[in-house]
């Protein structure tokens, strides 16, 4: 299928389901994309960008910032921590909401809407801490949602009707669940039928850092601040069966994990993605520590169905730089974060012997785990949080304004070749 006709395929599927796009969809046809980015994206001035969806037509990013400006810096737009803009021309939309915290999720919700995680209490006024949906269009909160948390959320992954959220918290909807809830996408209603029950007794109060779903739709990896599930011990990542009613561990689990990094990490997990097809998933991390033994400051495949304890297919080191993002395509994992090199397992906050130069974003090959010859580079800053693979290419966020050796503020997008 010609990138022409699948473009107009999904369009017109969009307009007759009234559904959002997924961003996964088509990823496993997409090519390497372009090194350089396009010059139609508009751009944010100050602060950092944490999250991005597509909605529509609509991008959706999320963050810490509150000034954005048109791709040709002639219109300023104030928008607090939240804003939009179109994905075929790059204009920012109406959308507009006051948040009094940053955001650091977001995902497509039902009906031209979108959910919004982070740490914040407040959106235009009124009291609604950690989670909201807002329309897209006007950016005003979703009639009938009243979802919440006692926290921040840090991840949100949809499937079907239900948006399973992940972050600090100890209770949602008045219900004890630590740190990961099952919601209803339209009302934000608890399914009480779901409780993964994470602990983390060894390291203080559980915390999930990032959430993924099989395309399949039958497995949940969940990252973060965590020792046990469900009484199973399970350090710091865990995969979950949600095939049917309820949930279980699903038969996998790894080891790899378990050693420390620098004692001030309650977790060094950072992000996680399914591979196009479901057959393994990609988890990147910080640690501030490099050794060929350890996996921090790694980007490291799994396989999704492998049974009993596993070890990673491949770990690619940074040598002590963090990384923040991952999206996983059919030809490549591309990452993000404030990473100097890949390929660097001798590395100590230095080049060791074969190490490549990869400033701040970078893609692995799929199957080898060693990094490809694509370098757009970026100014590295605290590093690249956001990744969103779509049909016109790899849209990324960040907290820098030089992106493939160009003025990009915080938003860009490689398209494809």
Request: glycine share 12%; net charge negative; hydrophobic share 40%.
């Amino acid at each position: 299928m010609s990138r022409r006709l699948f473009l107009g395929v999904t369009a017109a599927l969009v307009l007759l389901t009234g559904s959002s796009f997924s961003p996964a969809e088509g990823a496993d046809y997409q090519p390497v994309v372009s090194t350089n980015p396009v010059d139609w994206t508009p751009h944010i001035r100050d602060g950092a960008v944490y999250a991005m969806t597509i909605v529509g037509d609509a991008v959706v990013v999320g963050g810490d910032f509150s000034e954005v400006s048109s791709a040709d810096r002639g219109t300023d737009y104030e928008r607090w921590n939240i804003m939009a803009f179109s994905l075929s021309t790059g204009r920012v939309l109406p959308m507009r909401a006051e948040l009094d915290g940053p955001v650091w999720a977001l995902a497509p919700g039902p009906d031209n809407s979108v959910l919004v995680g982070g740490d914040f209490n407040k959106v235009d006024g009124v009291t609604n801490p950690g989670l909201a949906r807002l329309d897209v269009g006007t950016g005003r909160p979703s009639a009938g949602f009243d979802g919440w948390v006692d926290g921040d959320v840090r991840a949100i992954v949809v499937r079907g009707g239900w948006a399973y959220v992940g972050g600090w918290f100890g209770f949602a909807d008045d219900v004890s669940r630590k740190a990961l809830a099952r919601i209803d996408v339209r009302t934000g209603a608890l399914d009480r039928s779901f409780d993964a029950k994470l602990q983390a007794p060894e390291i203080g109060r559980a915390k999930v850092e990032g959430l993924a779903i099989s395309p399949a739709g039958d497995r949940l990896a969940v990252i973060g601040a965590l020792t046990q599930v469900l009484g199973q011990k399970r350090v710091q990542v865990a995969l979950l069966d949600i095939s049917r009613p309820g949930v279980r561990l699903a038969g996998w689990s790894t080891d790899a994990y378990n050693p420390r990094c620098r004692r001030q990490f309650d977790t060094y997990m950072r992000d996680v993605d399914f591979s196009p097809d479901g057959d393994y998933f990609v988890i990147v991390t910080t640690g501030r520590m490099s050794a060929p033994d350890l996996l921090c400051d790694t980007a490291a495949r799994f396989e999704t169905y492998a049974a009993g304890s596993t070890k990673p297919t491949w770990v690619n080191h940074t040598g002590g730089d963090s990384l923040y993002a991952v999206a996983v395509t059919g030809t490549a994992v591309y990452v993000g974060g404030h990473q100097r090199w890949l390929d660097n397992p001798n590395g100590h906050e230095d080049a060791g012997f074969g190490a490549v130069s990869r400033p701040g974003i970078a893609a692995i090959d799929p199957r080898t785990g060693r990094a490809m010859a694509w370098n757009p580079t970026r100014s590295r800053g605290e590093g690249l949080r956001a990744f969103v693979v779509c049909p016109q290419g790899l849209l990324v966020g960040s907290d820098t304004d030089q992106l493939g050796h160009e003025y990009h503020g915080r938003i860009g997008m490689f398209p494809l070749r």
